[in-house]
């Protein structure tokens, strides 16, 4: 699944981490529970606080809908996620522990949609520190996961997926990204474990 080294070789002191949608809902038994939550959270919290100025964390937010659907994305969030979604409890939208302890209002950034390169906040973020490469952890795989490591790859970046930091709907959507989706994007998408990335990674300066 992946190699003991970064295929294009060691990070700068440029890169940025962002942890996707590690929240409560995802946590803990409902609609949105994702199994292998908990298994990442140590992995995560370990490079976060490794490289806690390089790390961002999103939350990914319900969005209001106040007319009818018009479209399938519109149908999506008024069917899905304005019946389910939008009557969590609010502390269900927080991010679990200890990865709450972590961030701050500077560090997180919230989103309506699976892509965080829609929130013009992120982009304030990538406009100030200038990454040249942006490595992804979170929840979940085959979704917010996903949709971001695309839309980094659209955006010329250097892309690594953690895959001991990422976690998916199921085993079966988890290795079909990791073993099957992302291998093929060989020039733009690199596979790296927690533990070869902080070895790979120059210290902050």
């Known amino acids: 699944m992946q190699s003991q080294m970064l295929r294009f070789g060691p990070l700068s002191n440029h890169a940025l981490h962002i942890v996707i949608d590690m929240q409560k809902m ?4 409902g609609n949105f529970y994702c199994d292998g939550l908990q298994a990442i959270v140590p992995v995560i919290a370990n490079i976060a606080r ?16 106040n007319k ?4 399938p994305w519109q149908a999506h969030y008024h069917q899905w996620l304005t019946a389910d979604f939008g009557q969590l409890p609010p ?13 701050h209002p500077d560090n997180t950034i919230n989103k309506n949609t699976y892509s965080v390169f829609e929130s013009q906040a992120f982009q304030g973020i990538l406009d100030k520190q200038r990454p040249d ?6 929840v ?7 949709a971001c490591v695309l839309a980094s790859v659209d955006r ?8 001991d930091a990422v976690a998916g709907s199921s085993d079966q959507t988890q290795h ?5 989706l992302l291998p093929r994007f060989i020039h733009q998408i690199e596979l790296v474990t927690a533990d070869t990335l902080l070895q790979s990674w120059k210290s902050d300066s």
Not at 91 to 103: G, I, K
Request: hydrophobic share 40%; with cysteine.
């Open 176 to 180: 079909a990204v990791l073993d099957t």
């Open 140 to 146: 979940k795989t085959n979704y917010c996961v996903l």
């Open 50 to 65: 490794n490289k806690i100025q390089s790390t961002v964390f999103t939350r990914f937010l319900p969005h209001q809908i």
């Open 91 to 103: 502390e269900q939208y927080d991010l679990v522990e200890p990865l709450d302890q972590l961030s």
């Open 156 to 163: 010329d970046y250097r892309t690594l997926v953690v895959t």
């Open 133 to 138: 490469t942006l490595i992804f952890s979170g």
């Open 68 to 71: 009818p659907p018009a479209s």
């Open 26 to 29: 995802f946590a803990e038994p």
